[in-house]
């Protein structure tokens, strides 16, 4: 059996994205990962990631998932998002960006199994969802689960496939997961075979910055 180390991160952030893309380059070289999902708003770290990835001779499909065009609304984001020579890199390197997908944050099919019945539990109750993945491995876990979300949605990889998400708190990576992409009105529904499951975690940091949570 390979080994296999979670890179555990006394704080969240920016300051541990080196280490977050030398986890992911090293579980890439097994082999059996099929495309990696990056959470990155601007491209810049999911152009940090494919060069580092290149460099070592993986060639995996790799995802750039920025915000969505509804986060127009909000004055702290400058659109486009992802500059022109961003953009230009990023297509140069082959990655596919997804920028026109909404996040996921809806009513979900929830199957109450002590219940024994499958019941829609609509937004905002539905958060819960989130904030169970937040209470487990902070932000960047959370979002590393949204954006394989979004990427399956887009058709950027298909459902099934057994893919890396990276993504952080606030700017950079600060964690990384192993997941079977699924969809997100499939994650925790009546078919076992669908829902979601997350493999491995990579690296997540020990503490949560609440983000928007109070």
């Known amino acids: 059996m390979t080994e296999r180390l979670i890179h555990f991160f006394e704080s969240p952030g920016e300051v541990n ?3 977050v893309i030398k986890a992911v380059t090293k579980r890439a070289c097994s082999g059996d990962i099929q495309a990696i999902i990056i959470a990155s708003i601007s491209g810049g770290t999911a152009i940090q990631t494919a060069e580092h990835l290149f460099a070592c001779d993986h060639k ?3 995802v750039c998932v920025s915000g ?3 986060w127009e609304q909000y004055p702290e984001y400058k659109f486009p998002l992802i500059a022109r020579e961003e953009r230009e890199k990023l297509g140069k390197l082959g990655i596919k960006v997804v920028d026109w997908i909404e996040e996921p944050f809806k009513q979900i099919t929830f199957r109450n199994w002590w219940e024994k019945e499958t019941v829609e539990v609509k ?3 539905a958060g819960l969802f989130w904030m169970t993945l937040i209470c487990v491995g902070g932000h960047g876990l959370r979002t590393a689960v949204e954006v394989v979300f979004m990427a399956v949605e887009a058709g ?3 459902v ?4 890396i998400g990276i993504a952080g708190t606030d700017r ?3 964690s990384a997961i192993v997941m079977r992409a ?3 009105d499939e994650a925790v529904g009546p078919n076992p075979d669908k829902r979601l499951k997350i493999e491995e975690i990579l690296a997540m940091p020990k503490q949560t910055t609440w983000v928007g949570y109070g």
């Open 60 to 62: 995996i499909p790799v």
């Open 17 to 19: 994205t080196a280490e």
């Open 160 to 163: 099934g496939e057994r893919v």
């Open 156 to 158: 950027a990889v298909p």
């Open 68 to 70: 969505p065009p509804s």
């Open 172 to 174: 950079g990576a600060d």
């Open 182 to 184: 699924s969809r997100f």
């Open 123 to 125: 937004w905002p109750e």
